[in-house]
């Protein structure tokens, strides 16, 4: 016995109708997944972004705050302190503090010896009961180093109208004072805050931490002077 097979006539419209949400519902699918990866490159794009420019401010300063010129090696190495009318009126003295506590000792700008006409001559570290010039200091233990109070005197400096002497400013050791000087005080006129420095004291952190108190910082000291530095 056969079986007849029964065609059943296809209606293009009804095969249209549902084909067409098929379509539409594809055609979603792949627009969705489209939207999503626009977004993901638009956020990956925006995160390149931040993080280039994090990364950029990071190494690179904004030239609005770089200084005019760089930085000495004294700014760099050294803190700054000074003191103001020093026992007399206009007797201005730096310290250059190091972070291994040796304090550098010189005249600041404001220094009563550079208003004079013809500016510093003459410098003698014969003051005392003893020339600093002579001092030998050696080994570890800074043997010989002569122990000084901020008012001990350091030398004398002349000028073509008065002398004036120069002091520790702080309590410690003596270690070695600029014999340079000696043969070329006119450094002390063109360079006193390099070359022209007069002495190096170590002090002690308890003796440092009392000295401080009497000392100001650069920002202090160009406020009370008036300076622009």
């Known amino acids: 016995m056969e079986i007849q097979k029964i065609e059943v006539a296809k209606n293009p419209e009804i095969e249209d109708a549902i084909e067409l949400p098929k379509k ?38 904004d030239i609005g705050d770089l200084p005019i010129s760089p930085p000495s090696a004294t700014q760099v190495n050294f803190v700054t302190y000074f003191i103001t009318d020093f026992t007399k009126s206009g007797h201005d003295q730096y310290i ?52 000084s109070e901020s008012n001990t005197a350091l030398c004398k400096v002349s000028t073509a109208k008065d002398t004036y002497i120069v002091r520790c400013c702080v309590k410690g050791s003596l270690l070695e004072v ?38 100001i910082t650069l920002e202090e000291y160009k406020e009370k002077k008036e300076l622009s530095l």
């Not at 250059?96 to 009563?112: E, F, K, Q, S």
């Not at 006119?186 to 022209?196: F, H, T, V």
């Not at 952190?205 to 000392?215: A, C, G, H």
């Open 96 to 147: 250059y503090r190091h972070a291994n506590g040796l304090c550098v000792i010189g005249l600041a700008p404001t220094h009563i010896a550079f208003k004079d006409e013809g500016g510093i001559t003459n410098i003698d570290f014969n003051v005392g009961k003893s020339d600093r010039s002579v001092l030998k200091v050696s080994g570890k233990r800074k043997k010989n180093a002569l122990r």
């Open 24 to 61: 539409r519902s594809h055609d979603e699918v792949e627009d969705c997944e489209e939207q999503q990866q626009q977004q993901e490159a638009q956020e990956d794009e925006k995160n390149r972004v931040e993080e280039e420019d994090e990364l950029r401010n990071l190494l690179l300063s």
């Open 178 to 215: 600029n014999d340079r000087l000696i043969k070329q005080p006119q450094l002390l006129n063109a360079s006193a805050d390099r070359e022209g420095y007069i002495a190096i004291i170590m002090p002690r952190p308890t003796d440092w931490t009392k000295n401080k108190e009497s000392l």
